[in-house]
């Protein structure tokens, strides 16, 4: 076993160490730490759902008729008509042959990526991807390659080189810590011009991005199907928890049958596919959120430029301002706090070496006012 004191101590002095906050209340724009109410913005319930009285009622209803546990995984009994449920309304909302439930993101990606390539494959990703991208290329005894953030001329490059017919190019649809949108158009056309498969992650944009809410595919003017395989999750846009796959049929239908991260593990409980399904309809019958959302991200931007921070280009609920120094981004995050707002300062290894920050995230459900204050408390202490 490694020596926990001196990894333990490593941290402490790289700024690194970490620490869980102990949340007393729903989700939403104000949350309760120890007896004391915060502005939040650090929640990637972004559209306000998770606390959402519809939604909640849907879970319940739901948890009285069919109990809470499913019991067992997906290929025994676990596979409950709610998860069959929500797997065709997502189809349907998505115009995909097939959609297949997850019971994390995390899990998603590794089913996906172990089950369709192996050493015969080679796999380019982005470098800013989610860890759990990172991971499922690592895992794959693939060959693993990372190209510079959205370079597609490095993508091209590597791919010209590339010797293998199975290759498949990975990115995140949002970039979750920089909070810009991948250039899937031109993602599509490099795997057409290389014959390369596409997996987009849009654990960020789905819900939150596209006139109809399909996410960061739909933001770029495509259609879901003219990805081969797309990856959302529930937890973010949708307030519940869990992921989903849209593919083809054959390609679902191998999945079920192969990917490890489905077929060995219990299935998530059918309340949180059907509180998901609910806010799968508010979506669509609400684009007010996605409106109002907005209308934030850009007074946010506006004001926040006369601080002259150091603002990423993002037009999506994800607005990091980056400070650099770890220590630094601490006291920042302490100074908001003291102030009445939670803001969480992210550090390496989630974020690269000397680019430490505070990731802002906005809500549908914060007002003008909200913003407003953040931006004058942020000027207090910058």
Known sequence: MIHLETLKSDLFTQNQWRNRLIVESPQGP????????????SSNDYLGLANHPEVKAVAIDSINRDGLGSGASHLVTGHHREHHLFEEALADFLGVEAVLLFSTGYMANLGVVSTLFDKTSSIF??????????????????????????????????LADCHQQSRLIVSDGVFSMDG????????????REYKSDLFIDDAHGFGVLGKRGKGSIEHCGLQIKDVPIFMGTLGKALGSAGAFVAAEKPLIDMLIQRARTYIYTTAM???LAAAARKSLAIIQEEPWRREQLQQLIKRFRSKAAELNCELLDSATPIQPIIIGDNQ?????SEGLLQRGIQVSAIRPPTVPKNQARLRITLSALHTEEDVDFLVNCLADLL
């Open 125 to 158: 990703e982005d470098k800013l991807n989610h860890a759990s991208l990172l991971d499922a290329g690592l895992f794959s005894n693939a060959a693993f390659q990372r190209y510079h953030h959205v370079n597609m001329a490095d993508l091209q490059r590597r």
């Open 269 to 271: 409980p059918p309340a």
């Open 180 to 191: 810009d949108v991948a250039p899937i158009s031109e993602l599509v056309k490099t795997c």
């Open 328 to 332: 630094r981004a601490i006291e920042l």
């Open 30 to 41: 104000r949350i309760q730490v120890a007896g004391k109410t915060y502005l939040s913005f």
